[in-house]
């Protein structure tokens, strides 16, 4: 795997963790080693479960606008079409989440079939505090778990939550101490590894139908709204209220 994706075998399920502590900011290479990953361990036979984990302090804080380059420029068609190969994935899929998942982050928490998270956890689609549409299929999967007037909430407000209001929302499965997480995630993939290996595959099979090209052609909308956003005053201004923990001065341009 990439430096920064590991896998680690327990029993017949693989633990998948992704490293850049403390914050674990995404680009198109990791999504890219990720999806490869996935893709790994579906040729694995003894392989009927997968935890998604990180290390830091956060799950995953989204896409690095603090210093990266000009997001207009970067490979986000490359992204996104990594991002379905993990949708696409035939193992079920428990994320471990220990800190904040937020924007791009929080789409890649929803990869998972269930989320175990950490009383520190906390959610956030910031798409709109940024001045950008939101991405990494939110726009569909969002709703799709939580109904859509809460993910309306989170999506036009940009608000953030904490574990226990996620778990209300049905966004989190579980929440255990932060010292247990790991263990916790690991028993309710155990849980699903236990089962007839096809028989678990055929049935989320059946209810995840068509979630894949879903999710790649609600990419495809959110690229080219975010592309036309990215190049306005208004989100040049929203990275830097994000950088300096302010609100932002938006004018709609």
């Not at 380059?69 to 068609?77: I, K, Q, T």
């Not at 989170?154 to 989190?172: E, P, S, Y």
């Not at 309710?188 to 894949?212: D, F, K, N």
């Not at 975010?226 to 209220?241: N, Y």
């Amino acid at each position: 795997m990439a430096s920064d994706v590991f896998v680690e075998r327990s029993g017949y399920v693989r633990v998948v963790e992704f490293r850049r502590p403390p914050h674990n900011f995404f680009d198109t290479a990791l999504i890219e080693a990720l999806a490869d990953a996935f893709e790994a361990l579906e040729r694995e036979p003894d392989c009927r479960a997968i935890v998604l984990a990180s290390e830091g302090r956060a799950f995953c804080a989204g896409a690095n606008f603090q210093g990266a380059p000009d997001p207009a420029g970067a490979n986000y068609g490359a992204l996104y079409a990594a991002a379905a190969r993990l949708f696409a994935c035939t193992r079920p899929v428990v994320a471990a989440i220990q800190g904040p998942a937020v924007g791009g982050g929080l789409g890649l928490a929803l990869v998972a079939d269930f989320r175990v998270a950490a009383p520190a956890a906390r959610f956030a689609a910031n798409f709109v505090k940024l001045g950008i549409h939101p991405g990494f299929g939110l726009t569909y999967t969002l709703p799709r778990l939580i109904g859509a007037q809460r993910a309306h909430l989170l999506l036009l407000t940009g608000r953030r939550i904490d574990a226990d209001t996620a778990a209300a929302w049905q966004l989190v499965d579980r929440v255990v101490p932060g010292e247990h997480l790991r263990a916790a995630a690991l028993e309710l993939a155990g849980e699903i590894a236990e089962g007839a290996p096809l028989a678990v595959q055929s049935t989320r099979a059946t209810l995840r139908r068509e979630l894949a090209a879903a999710v790649r052609a609600q990419t495809a909308h959110e690229l080219a709204e975010q592309t036309r956003l990215f190049a306005t005053r208004d989100h040049a201004e929203g990275v830097r209220a994000v950088r300096e923990r302010r609100p932002g001065r938006f004018i709609g341009a």
